[in-house]
Structure formats: structure tokens, C-alpha cells
């Protein structure tokens, strides 16, 4: 009679864990739906704070950069100020100062409403980041080793 107690516990203990087990699997996970309206709930607050830059006259190219440096999506970013009404030129300095590449600040701006024209205009005086070239200096001479070595000292990187 023991026996068949710990096997009818035993199965209803598997049967409760393959019950529980699943649900609280996802329950624990928050639904994609939920994701989303997080994120959109972020643009919209950012928006709404662009916005309010944009009516204090304050530069929106800091605002665009810092923005996009700080990981919201760059096409909201450039959508949501030139929407607002934003300075063209600065929304999209900022962004390419941000690292936005040009296609992306040209597709993004024409989806907010801005012509092709100025976005073309606009971009073509803009410098694409991290790309300069600075003239090398005289360079130093460097003499070669004492007469007498057979070429020098030869060093391991394992040293360093």
C-alpha cells in the first residue's frame, strides 16, 4: 500500500510541474506587444521633448546627436524634428555628427516631410564623419642600428 502512495504522488507531482512549468515560463517573459508599446511610449516622450526644445529656440543639433548617441532609433529622431519644425541644417548635421549615414538622414528626412532638393542640398555640404585626412608631418629620421650588430635586437611581443 506504500508503494502505490508514492507513485499516485509521484504522478500527480510530474503533473503539477508539467502544469506550473510552462506557465511560468511565459509568464515570466513580457509579450512582444508590450516591447513595442514600451518603445513607442519612448519615441513619443522623446518627441514631445524635441518638441519643446524646438519651441525654445535652442539648438536641435546637440539635441539630434545626443539622442542618436544614445541609442534611439535615428529615423525617429530625424522624423520627430523635422516634423516639429526644426532648422533642416541642424537636424541633419546632428545626425550625421551622430553617425547616421547619409541614406539613412536622406530616406528619414523625406519620409518626415522635408523636399529633396534641400535634403540633397544640405547633405552635400555636410562632411561624412570620421573621414579626414590630415597631412603627415616632416618625419622624424630614424638612424639604423650601432655598426657592428648583426641587424639589430629583436623583440617578442610575449614580453611585453
Request: net charge positive; glycine share 8%.
Amino acid at each position: 500500500m506504500n508503494k502505490k502512495r508514492i507513485i499516485f504522488f509521484t504522478y500527480w507531482l510530474v503533473l503539477l510541474l508539467f502544469l506550473i512549468l510552462p506557465y511560468t515560463a511565459i509568464a515570466g517573459v513580457p509579450a512582444a506587444k508590450d516591447l513595442d508599446s514600451v518603445r513607442l511610449k519612448k519615441e513619443e516622450l522623446l518627441c514631445q521633448q524635441i518638441q519643446d526644445k524646438i519651441k525654445k529656440n535652442q539648438e536641435i543639433r546637440k539635441t539630434v546627436k545626443t539622442s542618436i548617441q544614445l541609442g534611439y532609433d535615428a529615423c525617429a529622431v530625424i522624423k520627430c524634428s523635422i516634423k516639429a519644425g526644426g532648422d533642416l541644417r541642424q537636424v541633419i548635421a546632428g545626425a550625421t555628427d551622430a553617425g547616421s549615414t547619409k541614406d539613412v538622414v536622406s530616406r528619414c528626412s523625406l519620409d518626415a516631410g522635408a523636399a529633396a532638393k534641400d535634403v540633397a542640398a544640405i547633405l552635400s555640404s555636410v562632411s561624412e564623419p570620421g573621414i579626414c585626412y590630415i597631412l603627415p608631418e616632416d618625419p622624424e629620421i630614424i638612424s639604423g642600428p650601432p655598426v657592428g650588430t648583426n641587424g639589430g635586437f629583436l623583440l617578442s611581443p610575449a614580453g611585453f
